[in-house]
């Protein structure tokens, strides 16, 4: 188990917008809302709520990779 996953570092570097659960070290290298999301919690529903929402900001994809 990895407190932060290499993938997510890989993704970033790449320019890629991430969405992970808010455990580990995800929120040390994701800004919420800003570079990435954060699921709240690891439940169905919270990321149900956010990937919703990253859904419909995929016109911001690029820049918030970037």
Not at 48 to 58: F, G, T
């Amino acid at each position: 188990m990895e407190g932060l996953p290499i993938m997510i570092v890989s993704a970033m570097l790449s320019a890629r917008t991430c969405i992970a659960t808010d455990i580990g070290g995800h929120s040390e290298v994701i800004t919420d809302r800003s570079s990435g999301f954060i699921v709240p919690n690891p439940k169905v529903e919270d990321l149900d709520k956010v990937l919703e929402e990253a859904y419909e900001k995929r016109r911001r994809w690029r820049s918030m990779g970037q």
